[in-house]
T-cell receptor
Framework: EAGVVQSPRYKIIEKKQPVAFWCNPI?????LYWYRQNLGQGPELLIR????????DSQLPKDRFSAERLKGVDSTLKIQPAELGDSAVYLC??????????????????FGAGSRLTVL | SQQGEEDPQALSIQEGENATMNCSYK?????LQWYRQNSGRGLVHLIL?????REKHSGRLRVTLDTSKKSSSLLITASRAADTASYFC????????????FGKGTTLSVSS
């Protein structure tokens, strides 16, 4: 079974340029998360989807970040325009059951390898 | 925001030794999880301990949880070079409507 697939693995762009990251979660996983991980820090949640609905995007900087999960499967995270401070690893994760449902494995996340963004 | 704080930030040990890392958190939780991250990779779930549990084992891992002190510890026994990684605790307070919140992590280095 394929895990969570992310692309690209690495991206280097000039500031003010746009960038997009793609994530394909584990088949059948309804909940999808985007986290950002700065160097030497733990991941911080940007947005959580339950199927195609964004149910927690309170930490997403909406002036420049956008995300979508059409058809409740793949997801794309976009930054436009990128700033120097956006340099980080963007991690996608998925879980089988809806977050907080109390079902087994509901809140256990499977992460992708991440997309490392460098903004020059 | 990050709720969990791991201690120490970095730990260096020899193969065969035990490694203990601690996590403190601020608010009530439903469960606490530990994840491992190898360099340049995503996080891998290791173990979950519920708020009504005090200790849990999985292979060479032993996790304790003290909700009165809002702290948890992860013990890796008989460490191997392959255990070299960063370890993160993640607090789960889903009844409060928040997703998993990760700490800053402990970087473990096991030398042979």
């Amino acid at each position: 079974e394929a895990g969570v697939v992310q692309s690209p693995r690495y991206k280097i762009i000039e500031k003010k340029q746009p960038v997009a990251f793609w994530c394909n979660p584990i088949s059948g996983h309804n909940t999808l998360y985007w986290y950002r991980q700065n160097l030497g820090q733990g991941p911080e949640l940007l947005i959580r989807y339950e199927n195609e609905e964004a149910v927690d995007d309170s930490q997403l900087p909406k002036d420049r970040f956008s995300a979508e999960r059409l058809k409740g499967v793949d997801s794309t995270l976009k930054i436009q325009p990128a700033e120097l401070g956006d340099s980080a690893v963007y991690l996608c994760a998925s879980s089988l059951e809806g977050y907080g449902t109390g079902k087994p494995g509901a809140n256990v996340l499977t992460f992708g390898a991440g997309s490392r963004l460098t903004v020059l | 925001s990050q709720q969990g704080e791991e201690d120490p930030q970095a730990l260096s040990i020899q193969e065969g030794e035990n490694a203990t890392m601690n996590c403190s958190y601020k608010t009530s939780i439903n469960n606490l999880q530990w994840y491992r991250q190898n360099s340049g990779r995503g996080l891998v779930h290791l173990i979950l301990i519920r708020s009504n549990e005090r200790e849990k084992h999985s292979g060479r891992l032993r996790v304790t949880l003290d909700t009165s002190k809002k702290s948890s510890s992860l013990l890796i026994t008989a460490s191997r070079a392959a255990d070299t990684a960063s370890y993160f605790c993640a607090t789960d307070a889903y009844q409060a409507g928040t997703a998993l919140i990760f700490g800053k992590g402990t970087t473990l280095s096991v030398s042979s």
